[in-house]
Antibody, heavy 118, light 108 residues
Framework: EVQLLESGGGLVQPGGSLRLSCAASGFTFSSYAMSWVRQAPGKGLEWVSAVSGSGVKRDYVDSVKGRFTISRDNSKDTLYLQMNSLRAEDTAVYYC???????????WGQGTKVTVSS | EIVLTQSPGTLSLSPGERATLSCRASQSVAGSYLAWYQQKPGQAPRLLIYGVSSRAIGIPDRFSGSGSGTDFILTISRLEPEDFAVYYCQQYGSSPRAFGQGTKVEIK
């Protein structure tokens, strides 16, 4: 069974850092692009960042460029999101997501909650 | 940057009725890379449609997608009780891979 399990969320003060992890299982992790998508409380979905299967190509939404870094360890089947200089507006549930061969996101994790507050 | 605008914001319908959801892009979506997702309260989204009109695995045929260029439609032919949810479109042909703001389909 294909599974994505996020961890690392929590409460952090403005300006702080967190690292999210996403453990993948049930598929050949290195063969697929992965994304992080977030959802602020009561709001819609926002794509945050994506990384190619090899990890070479990375992409970000403008609002997180220079603050967030996406990476992956294909030997551990794990995706990461390093989040620095966190702001209140980064408060959201963060979903780890797998892209299918079509390019669309075909598998989602259950999400990890990040709260940025003093 | 492509902006996706979904309409209506809320659709109030009864079970058995037909639902038509719109997704309009600010510029042409490259390669027909347009997907639709369903999200229920407290759950992660689920892929319904990719490549404008291809149903994902396990998605019933009452869900269909159509459109091209900048105008896309998700149709639910006959609403079942489990179809009342929020629906999002997303373009994944260019960066940023934006989502629309969502359409809530609620029970009338």
């Amino acid at each position: 069974e294909v599974q994505l399990l996020e961890s690392g969320g929590g409460l952090v003060q403005p300006g702080g850092s967190l690292r999210l992890s996403c453990a993948a299982s049930g598929f050949t992790f290195s063969s697929y692009a992965m994304s992080w998508v977030r959802q602020a409380p009561g709001k819609g979905l926002e794509w945050v960042s994506a990384v190619s299967g090899s990890g070479v190509k990375r992409d970000y939404v403008d609002s997180v460029k220079g603050r967030f870094t996406i990476s992956r360890d294909n030997s551990k089947d794990t995706l990461y999101l390093q989040m620095n200089s966190l702001r209140a507006e980064d408060t959201a549930v963060y979903y780890c997501a797998k892209h299918g061969s079509s390019g669309a996101i075909d598998i989602w994790g259950q999400g990890t909650k990040v709260t940025v507050s003093s | 940057e492509i902006v996706l605008t979904q309409s209506p914001g809320t659709l109030s319908l009864s079970p058995g009725e037909r639902a038509t959801l719109s997704c309009r892009a600010s510029q042409s979506v490259a390669g027909s890379y347009l997907a639709w997702y369903q999200q229920k309260p407290g759950q992660a989204p689920r892929l319904l449609i990719y490549g404008v009109s291809s149903r994902a695995i396990g998605i019933p045929d009452r869900f269909s997608g159509s459109g091209s260029g900048t105008d896309f439609i998700l149709t639910i032919s006959r609403l079942e009780p489990e179809d009342f949810a929020v629906y999002y479109c997303q373009q994944y042909g260019s960066s940023p891979r934006a989502f629309g703001q969502g359409t809530k389909v609620e029970i009338k």
